[in-house]
């Protein structure tokens, strides 16, 4: 028997469907799958960011660290030179408080 027009618009409809319905659900995967991989890239970009904010703040320390030593050196010479130089004019100092008293 052969279909007649009505059965055979009848079963074209249900494919339409059918196929619509796969469609969706395909697309449905397809959205997921990219928001899946958009949250994926996002949650990499944090962590290199936060990997380049780590490794710039240990660098701005370490420099902060050499700076800081530096002066620290420069200034214990200075004092070192400082002491030298007063302890040079100590001689002279206690000579010249010994000779007050003894004026008096």
Not at 10 to 34: C, F, G, L, M, N
Not at 86 to 103: N, Q
């Amino acid at each position: 028997m052969v279909p007649s027009i009505i059965e055979q618009v009848t079963q074209a409809e249900a494919e339409a469907a059918s196929i619509k319905k796969d469609a969706q659900v395909k697309a449905r995967e397809a959205v997921a799958q990219a928001n899946a991989q958009a949250r994926e890239a996002v949650e990499k970009a944090k962590e290199l960011g936060r990997d380049k904010i780590r490794a710039a703040s240990e660098a701005a320390e370490a420099e902060g660290r050499d700076a800081a030593e530096k002066i620290r050196n420069e200034n214990a010479k200075k004092a070192d030179a400082q002491c030298e130089a007063a302890a040079e004019k100590l001689p002279k100092a206690v000579d010249y408080i010994l000779e007050r008293i003894v004026k008096v």
